[in-house]
């Protein structure tokens, strides 16, 4: 598909009102992505970015759409999940410190890996 097919489908795409989708270049690259952005109580929230080639079809292409606001509600869910007053399972958790604290602590029962 070209750059102006590829707008084309995604300006079909539509989700919930305050919710559009972006196709975007990467600035050092010239290559594509989709994000998602969303009308926050004070700002706009940006998704995670969904590469995009042209070589993808147009079920492709609406299919990665469709995951990309899956995981824009997804990370929303997580942020306002919280278990005992603990948000449980975040997504800003520092991987490198989760690993660390399963390696160190009784909560790591399985310690083979």
Not at 76 to 97: I, M, N, S, T
Request: include cysteine.
């Amino acid at each position: 598909m070209t750059n102006e097919e590829l707008i084309a489908v995604i300006a079909n795409i539509r989700y919930k009102p305050g919710f559009k989708l972006e196709l975007k270049e990467y600035e050092s690259t010239g290559r594509l992505f989709l994000q998602v952005k969303a009308l926050g109580a004070e700002e706009v929230l940006s998704g995670r970015k969904w590469n995009v080639t042209q070589h993808m079809s147009v079920s492709e292409l609406i299919q990665t759409a469709f995951k990309a606001f899956l995981t824009f509600e997804e990370h929303e869910c997580r942020e306002a999940f919280a278990y005992k007053g603990q948000k449980v399972l975040g997504p800003h958790v520092d991987l490198e410190v989760l690993a660390e604290l399963l390696r160190s602590s009784i909560l790591g029962e399985d310690r083979r890996a």
